[in-house]
């Protein structure tokens, strides 16, 4: 079982930055790959970026590639999510989510372990 935690949200003008974080509670942390989504009212939950067991491969969606980066630190078993040069619609809720598929995958589907969120707000 993996629980999932997520911060750092806030409300932000555009043009600001804001780092997400995601605390697990899993000893087997190293053998996750960890995506960020995102879903704004009205709409499906998209994928942002996902990061390898290693942290040595990202990919992220072309709305955020540029602006967002994202890390891991094994031994402190989180993941983070700094977002720069925010835009009004950056605008979501921001989720964390883990799964146990070798590579990194956009498909939330395959994820199978899901935090609560953390709402990030971006004005004009």
């Known amino acids: 079982q993996v629980q999932l935690v997520e911060s750092g949200g806030g409300l932000v003008q555009a043009g600001g930055s804001l780092r997400l974080s995601c605390a697990a509670s899993?000893?087997?942390?190293?053998?996750?790959?960890f995506g960020w989504f995102r879903q704004a009212p009205g709409n499906e939950r998209q994928f942002v970026a996902g990061?390898?067991?290693?942290?040595?491969?990202?990919y992220y969606s072309d709305l955020v590639k540029g602006r967002f980066t994202i890390s891991r630190d094994n031994a402190k078993s989180a993941v983070y999510l700094q977002m720069n040069s925010l835009k009004p619609e950056d605008t979501a809720l921001y989720y964390c989510?883990?799964?146990?598929?070798?590579?990194?995958?956009?498909?939330?589907?395959?994820?199978?372990?899901w935090g609560q969120g953390t709402q990030v707000s971006v004005s004009a």
């Open positions: 989510a883990a799964t146990a598929w070798r590579t990194v995958v956009s498909d939330s589907k395959k994820y199978t372990y």
């Open positions: 990061v390898d067991w290693s942290g040595g491969s990202t």
């Open positions: 899993t000893p087997g942390f190293d053998k996750y790959v």
